[in-house]
Every structure is written in C-alpha cells, then in structure tokens.
C-alpha cells in the first residue's frame, strides 16, 4: 500500500531556530514529491521535486530529494511567527496522477 | 489566493442525507481532484476528472460520487452521510495530467455530520 510518513508530528521553536522537516515515501510509479503549506484552509504550494539531489530553494525554505533512500527534507531557516502551520509533503503517482499526503508536521514558532 | 474556489464554506448535515458541494477551477484547468482531510489528517484522495470523465479514484465507497461540467468545474455528492464524513473537503485543480503541472487548491467546504 502506497504511504507517505512525516516526521517529527509536531514541533515547537523559537524565532531565528532552523528547522528540518522530514518526508519519507513508499510509492509505486512515483513521480513527483510536493510541499505544501497550510494555515487555515487550502494548502498553499512551496516546492515539487522529481530529480534526486537537486535543491529547490525559496527565501528561507529549501527543500531536497533522495529517490534513492526514498525520502524528502523540507529545511526552514531563520524561522518566523509567520512560519507557524502545518506542512504537508505529497507523492504525486503517475497513472491516475493521484496525490498520496502525509500526516503533516504542526510547527510552532514562538517570537 | 489560487482562483480555485468552493462553496459552501460551511455546511451542517445530518446523518442519512445527501451533500452536494462544488468546486469551480482556476482559469484554463481541465482536471480537478477532491480531497478529504480529517481534523490533524492529511487530505485523502477521493478521485479526480480530467474532461468530464474520471481519471482514478481512491479507497472511497460509491456513495462518493463525482462529475465534472464542460467548463471544467466539478461537483462531490455524498449519499447517506456517516459520522465520519465530518471533515474539510478539498478540491484542486490542475492544467492537463502532467506530473509537472502543481495543483492548486481551493479553500475547501467545511462538511459537519450530527
């Protein structure tokens, strides 16, 4: 059965820590691993990742991929109150291009 | 905001009734998905359409049906609501089947069963 696993479930830092967010998969006919962030509602996209080792970076976010041991790391620099949400990370399958979510990591920054 | 939007916000059911929430897609986009997601879940893949027909479905019942109109918005009926069908349904929308194309995703309806 096709999984996705977020660790650590939730986290709670202070302004200025750096964060590591981790995303492990067990797919069949993967395709792409996403990034999403969500707040109140509709998650909101950060990152896609199909090459392995190839960094994808946004102001403090970046984010990885290992598709040979299977897993993904989302990195949060110089955190902020406003970095406080839920992340989701998502293996996209091709076939019926279905996204398969993570739990989510509930991060807590405290200013 | 991603031009995908959804209605109702909220709604409040009672067990053993019919929903229907719709979902209007981000200009240009043929093929939407829809999502649940339980409180301190993530989303869970209902199915998804791609120019009127449906391209995959998840582990849901049948009495999870879908379709989508020529302008490529979409509608969610649930038949005979369970308890557990509370949660926050989300529909996505996406250009094409490409694995290259993100999805973007609308606010989501609020579902509550009593």
């Known amino acids: 059965e096709d999984k996705v696993v977020q660790s650590p479930l939730s986290l709670v830092v202070h302004e200025g820590d750096t964060v590591t967010l981790n995303c492990s998969y067990e797919?069949?006919?993967?395709?792409?691993l996403l990034w999403y962030k969500q707040e109140k509602k509709a998650p909101t996209f950060l990152f896609m990742l199909t090459s392995s080792g190839i960094e994808k970076k946004s102001g403090r976010l970046s984010s990885i991929l290992d598709k040979k041991e299977l897993f993904s790391i989302l990195n949060i620099t110089a955190t902020q109150t406003g970095d406080s949400a839920v992340y989701l990370c998502a293996a996209l399958t091709s076939g019926t291009y279905k996204y398969i979510f993570g739990t989510g990591t509930r991060l807590k920054v405290l200013a | 905001e991603t031009g995908v939007t959804q209605s109702p916000t909220h709604l409040i059911k009672t067990r053993g009734q019919q929903v229907t929430l719709r979902c209007s897609s981000q200009?240009?986009?043929?093929?939407v998905s829809w999502y649940q997601q339980a409180l301190g879940q993530g989303p869970q893949f209902i199915f998804q359409?791609?120019?009127?027909?449906?391209?995959g479905r998840g582990n849901f019942p049948p009495r999870f049906s879908g379709l989508q109109f020529p302008n490529y918005s979409s509608e969610l009926n649930v038949n005979a609501l369970e308890l557990d069908d509370s949660a926050l349904y989300l529909c996505?929308?996406?250009?094409?089947?490409?694995?290259?194309?993100?999805?973007?995703f609308g606010p989501g309806t609020r579902l509550t069963v009593l």
């Open positions: 996505a929308s996406s250009l094409g089947l490409n694995s290259y194309n993100e999805q973007f």
């Open positions: 797919v069949t006919n993967f395709r792409s």
């Open positions: 200009s240009g986009h043929n093929t």
């Open positions: 359409y791609y120019r009127e027909e449906e391209n």
